[in-house]
Nanobody, 125 residues
């Protein structure tokens, strides 16, 4: 059974930092794209960052560029480092697995078959 589990969410002040973790079990994912998405209340789920299968190239939403970094640690999973957080970053953050190996990642929800349960990130003073 494939499972993704996010952790590391919490509450921070504007300008603060958080690192989210995504652990994958039941699937050997080191050559698969992993994406990070978020959903704020009343809004659609949107892509934030992703890391490709094989070459670990990355792709970021404009809102994340220069502030967020996605990394893969094959032993422990995928991470999303978030710096200079803003109130508009407040959302539930999800990681997701694309089962197609070696594919270049894209921030499209329909390319990811497995999803975690999400972790809340709240940025507020």
């Amino acid at each position: 059974q494939v499972q993704l589990v996010e952790s590391g969410g919490g509450s921070v002040q504007p300008g603060g930092s958080l690192t989210l973790s995504c652990g994958v079990s039941g699937f050997r994912s080191e050559y698969n794209p992993i994406g990070w998405f978020r959903q704020a209340p009343g809004k659609e789920r949107e892509g934030v960052a992703c890391i490709s299968g094989g070459d670990d190239s990355t792709n970021y939403a404009d809102s994340a560029k220069g502030r967020f970094t996605v990394l893969r640690d094959n032993a422990n999973g995928v991470y999303l480092q978030m710096n200079s957080l803003k109130p508009e970053d407040t959302a539930v953050y999800y990681c997701a697995l694309d089962v197609v190996r070696w594919r270049q990642c894209r921030l499209l929800t329909n390319e990811y078959e497995y999803w975690g349960q999400g972790t809340q990130v709240t940025v507020s003073s």
